[in-house]
């Protein structure tokens, strides 16, 4: 075990606050982007009621983390009950309510990112097929998790075979379907790119690396966990705790560090221009695509704008007709 169980709570609860904080600040942000710097007449409200479920979620749960220490080091101090014994009662309504509300967290964020992929694949449901019944199977074990939870007996801990199964497939289903559908993504943004420059490094690849690096960022997060989790170390408590507000920071800093590669732009949605809105360009031989990675239209749903240039034909790339959709959404 190593770390003593209060010890460990302690740490994750710190370090959770810290990581809230920082989250606040990166949404604010995010919402702004969402709200204000878009390239479209509406803004998305899928997204921004993604963000808005994240923040609700996320304060929900560090309400019952400084609810549960409350009750183990204050509210039940000079009880036959010890802190640690407290803490590791899971099956107790407030433990119980904050692993739902974690699980949700993950099947907001999961289901956010598949429409992403969705968005970018010209909304083609046969790409995000397989994600979808992922996620599908993702929900129906944290069905499971949070059931056997609930009715763990007393004195049973969070290694306790009935949930540890559970929740290392839960998040190794999550974790794994964040790696098929970043990687769909990144495969389809620079797909357009070289389709339409010829080129496999562009302006796009920065944009593929921003949402490469954000998934790592959750993988490897949900990997330390499930490590030491399956090392039935306390450590655990301290990654999951981690891994909450880091959901929330890998969303809206995606958001946030794609606007800031456009740069400063109206805010105004009276001064977009009519070849902003989304639609279909015909590109014939002749045309030449230069790909910029410029725009956040809604928030990384779009990522890019498509400058058409007449030139004629350059270095060789035959470009037949092919159709591209104004706005490539992330």
């Given at each position: 075990m190593g770390i003593p169980v209060d010890r460990a709570t302690l740490a994750g609860l710190f370090a959770s606050s810290v990581l809230y904080g920082m989250f606040l600040m990166l949404l604010a942000s995010c919402l702004y982007v969402l709200l204000c710097r878009r390239n479209t007449l509406n803004p998305n409200y899928l997204l921004i009621l993604?963000?808005?479920?994240?923040?609700?979620?996320?304060t929900f749960i560090l309400a019952f983390s400084f609810s549960r220490v409350l009750d183990a080091f204050i509210y039940l101090k000079g009880n036959t009950t010890s802190p640690d014994e407290y803490l590791t009662m899971l099956s107790q309504w407030k433990e119980v309510a904050r692993t739902s509300a974690c699980s949700f967290y993950i099947f907001v964020a999961d289901?956010?990112?598949?429409?992403?992929?969705?968005?970018?694949?010209?909304r083609s449901f046969?790409?995000?097929?397989?994600?979808?019944m992922i996620h599908i199977?993702?929900?129906?074990?944290?069905?499971?998790?949070?059931?056997?939870?609930?009715?763990?007996p007393q004195g049973a801990t969070i290694f306790d075979p009935a949930v540890k199964s559970w929740i290392a497939a839960a998040l190794a289903i999550s974790s794994g379907q964040n790696v098929i559908v970043t990687?769909?993504?990144?495969?389809?943004?620079?797909?357009?790119?070289?389709?339409?420059?010829?080129?496999?490094?562009?302006?796009l690849s920065k944009t593929v690396q921003i949402i490469v690096e954000s998934g790592l960022t959750y993988v490897i997060t949900v990997l330390v966990y499930l490590i030491t989790y399956t090392a039935n170390s306390n450590a655990q408590y301290v990654m999951i705790d981690i891994l909450n507000p880091i959901i929330g920071i890998t969303f809206s800093l995606l958001v946030v560090r794609v606007a800031m590669r456009r740069g400063p732009e109206s805010s105004s949605t009276d001064e977009i221009a009519p070849s902003s809105r989304p639609e279909v360009l015909r590109l014939p031989q002749s045309v030449v695509v230069t790909v910029q990675q410029s725009e956040v239209v809604e928030g990384l749903d779009s990522t890019s704008d498509l400058d058409v240039t007449k030139y004629g034909t350059t270095s060789g790339l035959p470009l037949r007709d092919v159709e591209l959709e104004h706005d490539v959404a992330v």
């Amino acid at each position: 075990m190593g770390i003593p169980v209060d010890r460990a709570t302690l740490a994750g609860l710190f370090a959770s606050s810290v990581l809230y904080g920082m989250f606040l600040m990166l949404l604010a942000s995010c919402l702004y982007v969402l709200l204000c710097r878009r390239n479209t007449l509406n803004p998305n409200y899928l997204l921004i009621l993604a963000a808005c479920l994240m923040l609700v979620v996320n304060t929900f749960i560090l309400a019952f983390s400084f609810s549960r220490v409350l009750d183990a080091f204050i509210y039940l101090k000079g009880n036959t009950t010890s802190p640690d014994e407290y803490l590791t009662m899971l099956s107790q309504w407030k433990e119980v309510a904050r692993t739902s509300a974690c699980s949700f967290y993950i099947f907001v964020a999961d289901l956010t990112l598949i429409y992403r992929c969705w968005i970018v694949w010209s909304r083609s449901f046969a790409i995000v097929f397989f994600p979808i019944m992922i996620h599908i199977a993702y929900m129906v074990t944290s069905i499971f998790l949070n059931v056997n939870l609930a009715h763990l007996p007393q004195g049973a801990t969070i290694f306790d075979p009935a949930v540890k199964s559970w929740i290392a497939a839960a998040l190794a289903i999550s974790s794994g379907q964040n790696v098929i559908v970043t990687s769909l993504i990144a495969f389809k943004i620079l797909s357009v790119n070289i389709r339409a420059t010829g080129k496999r490094l562009g302006t796009l690849s920065k944009t593929v690396q921003i949402i490469v690096e954000s998934g790592l960022t959750y993988v490897i997060t949900v990997l330390v966990y499930l490590i030491t989790y399956t090392a039935n170390s306390n450590a655990q408590y301290v990654m999951i705790d981690i891994l909450n507000p880091i959901i929330g920071i890998t969303f809206s800093l995606l958001v946030v560090r794609v606007a800031m590669r456009r740069g400063p732009e109206s805010s105004s949605t009276d001064e977009i221009a009519p070849s902003s809105r989304p639609e279909v360009l015909r590109l014939p031989q002749s045309v030449v695509v230069t790909v910029q990675q410029s725009e956040v239209v809604e928030g990384l749903d779009s990522t890019s704008d498509l400058d058409v240039t007449k030139y004629g034909t350059t270095s060789g790339l035959p470009l037949r007709d092919v159709e591209l959709e104004h706005d490539v959404a992330v």
